[in-house]
């Protein structure tokens, strides 16, 4: 092992380390993630890829049991940079958590075990439970600058709602050059087909970008949609387009 801790570290409740109380201030800590796994074993948990955390570097304040605390600091990690002022609770299989996260350019996919997420760099506040989306239940407040999701980047992106069985139910909005609009209401994966139900005004919606067209082609307009579906050919349901406004190369429409 090559971990090594500075600071001032005050311990209560040993021998029974599940009932140890840590209070410490950290000048700097420096682990891996496979070394807090063999050092303290609680913190292994199926939702965490700690084995990817190759390097961390801590700076902060650590204060609670080894599975039930709360830090605020720095984190330089050999998956990106954070900032995290967070309760964490990881007695249950589904960690529970309340906080404030910063992260620049966070390899947040590859340490959640989450193949269609990147790296992602953002400012928000999170409340809840579970890291995938069969057990996620979480209230997030967050503006995220960038995001890759399938390979995709997107950017300038703001999020306040309820993440909760496989459901979005809230307000996103998205000021990416390529797809920007304000959506409010409930996006539902749960079941065989998605089902959306929102009202949304699309800014800038770029067709071509995402594959959709081959040549440019942009569209803007006010859109009601209360469907299932996933393919022109599944679509069940209603939607209302009103005020389009089509931009080809050639004109407008």
Same mark, same amino acid.
């Given at each position: 092992?090559?971990?090594?801790?500075?600071?001032?570290?005050?311990?209560?409740?040993?021998?029974?380390?599940?009932?140890?109380?840590?209070?410490?201030?950290?000048?700097?800590?420096?682990?891996?993630?496979?070394?807090?796994?063999?050092?303290?074993?609680?913190?292994?948990?199926?939702?965490?890829?700690?084995?990817?955390?190759?390097?961390?570097?801590?700076?902060?304040? @650590?204060?609670?049991?080894?599975? $039930?605390?709360?830090?605020?600091?720095?984190?330089?990690?050999?998956?990106?940079?954070? @900032?995290?002022?967070?309760?964490?609770?990881?007695?249950?299989?589904?960690?529970? @958590?309340?906080?404030?996260?910063?992260?620049?350019?966070?390899?947040?996919?590859?340490?959640?075990?989450?193949?269609?997420?990147?790296?992602?760099?953002?400012?928000?506040?999170?409340?809840?439970?579970?890291?995938?989306?069969?057990?996620?239940?979480?209230?997030?407040?967050?503006?995220?600058?960038?995001?890759?999701?399938?390979?995709?980047? @997107?950017?300038?992106? #703001?999020?306040?709602?309820?993440?909760?069985?496989?459901?979005?139910?809230?307000?996103?909005?998205?000021?990416?050059?390529?797809?920007?609009?304000?959506?409010?209401?409930?996006? =539902?994966?749960?079941?065989?087909?998605?089902?959306?139900?929102?009202?949304?005004?699309?800014?800038?919606? =770029?067709?071509?970008?995402?594959?959709?067209?081959?040549?440019?082609?942009?569209?803007?307009?006010?859109?009601?949609?209360?469907?299932?579906?996933?393919?022109?050919?599944?679509?069940?349901?209603?939607?209302?387009?009103?005020?389009?406004?089509?931009? #080809?190369? $050639?004109?407008?429409?």
């Amino acid at each position: 092992r090559s971990s090594s801790l500075a600071g001032h570290v005050s311990i209560k409740g040993l021998p029974d380390i599940n009932e140890t109380i840590f209070n410490a201030d950290i000048t700097q800590l420096v682990t891996s993630g496979s070394d807090l796994n063999a050092l303290i074993p609680q913190t292994k948990v199926e939702a965490v890829a700690w084995g990817e955390l190759k390097s961390i570097r801590f700076k902060g304040q @650590y204060s609670g049991r080894v599975n $039930d605390f709360h830090t605020k600091g720095d984190l330089l990690t050999s998956l990106g940079n954070a @900032y995290v002022d967070l309760d964490l609770n990881l007695n249950s299989k589904s960690p529970v @958590y309340a906080g404030e996260i910063r992260t620049e350019n966070f390899f947040l996919g590859k340490l959640i075990r989450q193949s269609t997420i990147g790296h992602v760099s953002m400012n928000g506040k999170i409340n809840g439970s579970g890291f995938d989306l069969n057990s996620l239940n979480t209230k997030v407040n967050a503006t995220v600058s960038k995001i890759e999701i399938d390979q995709i980047i @997107y950017r300038n992106l #703001t999020i306040n709602g309820l993440v909760s069985n496989r459901k979005f139910d809230g307000i996103f909005v998205s000021l990416d050059s390529n797809m920007a609009f304000n959506f409010n209401g409930v996006l =539902d994966i749960s079941g065989k087909m998605p089902s959306l139900h929102f009202n949304s005004r699309i800014l800038r919606f =770029d067709l071509q970008k995402f594959g959709l067209t081959k040549e440019s082609t942009v569209i803007s307009c006010l859109a009601s949609l209360n469907f299932r579906g996933n393919t022109i050919d599944n679509f069940l349901g209603e939607a209302a387009l009103r005020n389009i406004v089509l931009h #080809t190369k $050639d004109k407008t429409l």
